[in-house]
């Protein structure tokens, strides 16, 4: 008996739990009784009140797709969107190119005219040797530059003189005189 007295609660202790007690029955009480299953309706929520951030993901199904907008301004072309290339054998005829590019004349040796179908004048023009033809000799220098120009940007051409022309004249390899051989050439 004297045990118990030593641990005997005092009226505070016993307060504090009756208290707790309470609390924590209350609080269960109410989180299973007091809304049952289906017990909200419009009485308690209004339409159009409840916003998606307020349901699970899944929960609201997706509507019909709606009608396609209208189209956007188009964009600037990314780099090598415009660019025109062929190669070339050394007879002129075109072994391979981007589209839209045709030989217009040689006017002689080492001479071509292309046509590429659109303005060559202003924009890059680059050209380098190839083997296309089975063509493996040393070659000299290869000039290009667009017709129909003035004399600072391009040359007059004796056919197809207008800007969607590109003549262009590869040398031998000592640089003095014109000779055919084959070349790549690209109009950016």
């Given amino acids: 008996m004297r045990r118990f007295k030593r641990f005997r609660p005092s009226p505070a202790m016993v307060v504090a739990c009756v208290a707790l007690l309470v609390a924590l029955?209350?609080?269960?009480y109410a989180a299973v009784q007091a809304l049952p299953r289906n017990s909200v309706?419009?009485?308690q929520v209004k339409d159009h009140s409840l916003l998606v951030r307020d349901f699970k993901a899944g929960q609201i199904p997706r509507g019909p797709r709606g009608p396609a907008g209208p189209a956007?301004?188009?964009g600037p072309s990314?780099?090598?969107a415009d660019v025109s290339w062929a190669l070339v054998r050394a007879d002129g005829g075109i072994v391979a190119q981007s589209g839209g590019i045709s030989l217009t004349a040689k006017p002689g040796a080492g001479?071509?005219?292309l046509a590429f179908g659109k303005v060559v004048a202003g924009r890059p023009i680059l050209t380098g040797g190839s083997q296309a033809g089975g063509a493996s000799t040393v070659r000299?220098?290869?000039?290009a530059?667009?017709?129909g120009s003035a004399a600072s940007e391009?040359?007059?051409c004796p056919v197809g003189n207008d800007t969607n022309h590109v003549r262009v004249i590869t040398k031998a390899a000592d640089n003095t005189a014109n000779v055919d051989a084959p070349f790549y050439i690209a109009v950016g």
């Fill in 111 to 113: 001479d071509y005219i």
């Fill in 154 to 156: 391009g040359s007059t």
């Fill in 140 to 143: 000299g220098s290869i000039t």
């Fill in 145 to 147: 530059g667009p017709c």
């Fill in 78 to 80: 990314g780099p090598g």
């Fill in 25 to 28: 029955s209350g609080t269960g």
């Fill in 41 to 43: 309706t419009t009485v």
């Fill in 72 to 74: 956007g301004a188009t």
